[in-house]
């Protein structure tokens, strides 16, 4: 069975930073590219992030760019998303979410439970 | 960005009845598009793939249709458990984008 259980979400003040983690389990994880969608309070779905399954590219949402890093061990089948400089708009709920291509397709056919966080003073 | 249009926002109806769900593209996406379920405390589950292809583990009563820039949603008979919020999605355009839901709730 897939199964994706994000982690590492949080408190934060503005400018602070955060990792979030996703770990993955039940299929050949560097098969498969992996997304990050954030969910705000009061806002629809917002795709912010992906990663091929080598992990040797990576895509951002323009809201995200520069501040938000994806990454991924295959070793440890585990993908990650690094938080820096955040703002309160980045407040939400983030989703990890497995693609259903090794290159980003954006058929995201499984989805983590979400790890909540919270950009305030 | 694509711009996803999903009406209505809230569908009042009882178990045992039809749901029609609609989005609307800002362009065409052709059949680059999925639907998702998500109930509260829960992770969004994906229902329908490329328009109109049910993912795994969905009851045959959930169909997609569309293509372009229409697209249903349709529920044949609803189950107490399908009372939930319905996201559409494209992926023709990037980044991909979400629409703002459509809430099914108990009458």
């Known amino acids: 069975e897939v199964q994706l259980l994000d982690s590492g979400g949080g408190l934060v003040q503005p400018g602070g930073s955060l990792r979030l983690s996703c770990a993955a389990s039940?299929?050949?994880?560097?098969?498969?590219?992996m997304n990050w969608v954030r969910h705000a309070p009061g806002k629809g779905l917002e795709w912010v992030s992906a990663?091929?399954?080598?992990?040797?590219?990576?895509y951002y949402a323009d809201s995200v760019k520069g501040r938000l890093t994806i990454s991924r061990d295959n070793s440890k089948n585990t993908v990650y998303l690094q938080m820096n400089s955040l703002r309160a708009e980045d407040t939400a709920i983030y989703y990890c979410?497995?693609?259903?291509?090794?290159?980003?397709?954006?058929?995201?056919?499984?989805w983590g439970q979400g790890t909540l966080v919270t950009v305030s003073a | 960005e694509i711009v996803l249009t999903q009406s209505p926002a809230t569908l009042s109806l009882s178990p045992g009845e039809g749901a029609t769900l609609s989005c609307r593209a800002s362009?065409?996406?052709?059949?680059?598009f999925a639907w998702y379920q998500q109930k509260p405390g829960q992770a969004p589950r994906l229902l329908i793939y490329?328009?109109?292809n049910r993912a795994a583990g969905i009851p045959a009563r959930f169909s997609g249709s569309g293509s372009g820039t229409d697209f249903t949603l349709t529920i044949s008979s609803l189950e107490p458990e399908d009372f939930a919020l319905y996201y559409c999605?494209?992926?023709?355009?990037?980044?991909?984008?979400f629409g703002g839901g459509t809430k099914v709730d108990i009458k």
């Open positions: 979410a497995k693609d259903g291509e090794v290159v980003p397709g954006y058929t995201l056919d499984k």
């Open positions: 362009q065409s996406v052709t059949t680059y």
């Open positions: 039940g299929f050949t994880f560097s098969h498969y590219a």
């Open positions: 990663i091929s399954g080598s992990g040797t590219s990576t």
């Open positions: 999605q494209q992926r023709y355009y990037w980044p991909p984008t």
């Open positions: 490329d328009a109109s």
